[in-house]
Every structure is written in structure tokens, then in C-alpha cells.
């Protein structure tokens, strides 16, 4: 992993946000609700390092906790879309007669576009923060799902699972001792991917106003805030747009950097290159 430069800056990237996120209380200098209008709209400054918004509300601090947010929302998703769609991957895959039926309800939910899938869940559930994790993780589920019943089709045939039924053992214990560890490898690359994706989701529902609510200080509600001032305070939209493309990108090249490190085609691949 360490050889890996781009997935090391990757972690990096991520431990910095989890670390923001942990330390937001003691980062931030103000509190993020605080309104002060003789100073709205002003410039980074000593006391305001990323300046003010319209209601005089510190950016830095407003960023911090969205990245808080942020954290929490997104490993909220993956624990969420796992939780879903590993069951419904595995009885997939192992189970013929269950194929079917289980994929075309996967393939009708991933028939719409996410975003569209969670703006339309988000407008019946209405905004809140455990709203939008549900949202995003249902939107998930069947990329979670498919993923896995890919792994178990290919898993079941093994000779080791042959085995295990001709002894006798239970559908229960073979899924759960044989079939799922050997599927969490593509699952655990997918989760990152899935965490980004989170991320960015909230961030786009709170900008479009269906997300969490906007007294609420996340990465999209900043956003939004400032797109009605990019002329006359451009810096609030730039350091929430630069605090999301830095955690969307450290994730993604974690991501990739796993991939490689899991994938033993890939690493195989890789340590024959470096041998000649």
C-alpha cells in the first residue's frame, strides 16, 4: 500500500477530514450559528479566516462542521447500503430461484438517476439529516447488491463450497463462513467509492434545498449560500467548493489504492512488472 503514492495521499486526505471532523468543536473559532451583521459579507480576515456569509456567520466554522456532517452522512450510507444490500446480494447469487425476481427489483431502482431517485425520496421523507442517509442509502443498495451477487455466482461453483454442501452444511453457515469473506474484497472498494458518492450527494441535495435543513451548516447549505454573492464574496463558494473536491478526491484515490492492494489480478500484474 505504502508504494502506492497516490492512495497514500488518498488516506491522508481522508484522515484529515476524519480528524477536522473529530476536532470541529476545538477547530472551529466561532460558534457556526452565530449572526453578526455588522460584519456579514466580509473578506478573510485574522478573526474570519474564510470571511462571513450574508448573516455574518463565520465560513470557517460553517466548514468545518459541514465536514463533520459530511463524515457522519457518508459512513451513515455505506453502513446503510451494506446493511441492504449484502443480504439481498448473497440470496441473489446463491439462491437460483431468487435471481430473478430480487435483480429486476435492483434493476428498476437503478433504472433511475441517483440524484433524481434521492431529490424524489427526499421530497416525500422531507428534509432532516436521517432523512437524506436514507435516501442515499437506498439510492445504493442495488450497486451494493449487484456487486456481491457477481461474487457469490463465481463462489458457489468453488470446489470448497461443493464440499461444504456434500458434508451437509447449512445454507446459513456456507454463506456465512465461505461465501461472504470471500465476496467482501470488491465490497470494502466499493464502500469508498460509495462514501465519496454520499458526500457529494449531500452536498448537491442541501444545495438544491431538499437536503438538511438550511439552518443546518454542511458543504452543499454553504454553497448555496453563496451562490447569490460570487461577485461580491466569491469566497463563499470557493472554500466549500475546495473542502469537497479535496474529500471527494482523497476518497476516490483511497479507493483506487485498494483496489489494486485487493484485486490479485492487479497486484500480480504489478509485481511481475516490477521483477522484470
Known sequence: MLRRRTAVVGALIVAVNLAVAAAAPVLARWDPQYLDVRTRLAAPTRAHWMGTDHFGRDVWSRVVYG???SMV???????????????????????????NPVMRVMDGLMAFPGIILAIALMASLGPSVLN???ALGIVYVPRVARIVRGSVLVIRETPYVEAARALGGLDLRILSWHV???????VIVQATFIFAAAVLGEAALSFLGVGVPPQIPSWGNV???????????????????????????GLNLFGDGLRDLLDPKLRGAQGAARDT
Not at 85 to 90: A, E, R, T, Y
Not at 226 to 244: C, D, E, H, N, S
Open 223 to 249: 454553497l448555496a449560500d453563496g451562490r447569490l454573492y460570487l461577485q461580491q464574496a466569491p469566497w463563499l463558494t470557493v472554500f466549500p467548493g475546495m473542502a469537497i473536491m479535496a474529500g471527494i478526491l
Open 180 to 186: 461472504l469473506p470471500n465476496c467482501l474484497s470488491p
Open 73 to 99: 452522512v457518508g459512513a451513515s450510507v455505506v453502513g446503510l447500503s451494506l446493511l441492504g444490500g449484502l443480504p439481498f446480494g448473497l440470496a441473489s447469487g446463491y439462491y437460483r430461484r431468487l435471481d
Open 132 to 134: 437524506v442517509v436514507v
Open 67 to 69: 465536514a463533520r456532517l
